[in-house]
């Protein structure tokens, strides 16, 4: 099994709808992280968690929200999906603090595409 | 803010031979890593190599090896001996803070 899991893989969902995609990591990290993945555009922090306890806003988190329910999962929302939001989305997750030989590497999961019409 | 800048975006090679691709960054940290991640058409993120800013020596892996030239803020990525397996988007990262940035990437294409 992959030590990070998205669902769903794949999802078409239609403009004002409520999305959700979900995260579990069996890695045992404290950091969970959700990007965006545009052509020609990287991957765009949205928002990222330290534990429970701390959310923090990336580069681009109008239109989304998040929830960190336990160390392993965390959920990125799109209470009302809009066409722009058509992208592909990675959860990641990192330990800076207990390995510092793999400080800052990140752990991804296999991504959400996610179309809006 | 960080940046991360990849000023290629895309590049092809000759199966055997060898590519580099770069990657410029900014930060104003003093303490940070960089890394470069590989996602083929699977589009998985797979790591590929990684750099400690305090260590001189650049770090190889097999075929891949980088440039890192830390006054310049210089990190490119050298592929040697190309297999048509590295045919990908390549990400560079850099990772001394809280948010950890990435370039717009670079799409390799391998020729056969």
């Known amino acids: 099994d992959a030590d990070v899991t998205q669902t769903p893989r794949n999802r078409i969902t239609k403009t004002g709808k409520r999305i959700m995609l979900e995260c579990s990591q069996t890695k045992g990290h404290d950091r969970m992280y959700w990007y965006r993945q545009d052509p020609g555009l990287g991957l765009r922090l949205i928002y990222y968690s330290f534990d429970v306890k701390d959310i923090n806003k990336g580069e681009i988190s109008d239109g989304y929200s998040v929830s960190r329910q336990a160390q392993a999962k965390f959920s990125l929302s799109l209470e009302s999906a809009i066409p722009n939001q058509t992208a592909l989305y990675f959860c990641?997750?990192?330990?800076?603090?207990?390995?510092?030989?793999?400080?800052?590497?990140?752990?991804f999961g296999e991504g959400s595409r996610l179309t809006v019409l | 803010a960080q940046t991360v800048t990849q000023s290629q975006p895309e590049m092809s090679v000759q199966e055997a031979e060898t590519v580099t691709l770069s990657c410029t960054y900014d930060?104003?940290?003093?303490?940070?890593?960089l890394f470069w991640y590989k996602q083929p058409p699977s589009r998985q993120m797979i790591l590929v190599i990684r750099q400690e800013a305090y260590k001189q020596q650049n770090a190889t892996e097999n075929r891949f090896s980088v440039n890192f030239q830390k006054a310049a803020k210089s990190f490119s990525l050298k592929i040697s001996d190309s297999q048509l397996g590295d045919a990908a988007m390549y990400f560079c990262?850099?990772?001394?803070?809280?948010?950890?940035?990435f370039g717009k990437g670079t799409k390799l294409t391998v020729n056969p």
């Open positions: 990641a997750t990192s330990d800076l603090v207990r390995d510092l030989t793999r400080a800052g590497e990140l752990f």
């Open positions: 930060t104003s940290e003093s303490d940070y890593y």
């Open positions: 990262e850099e990772g001394g803070s809280e948010k950890l940035v």
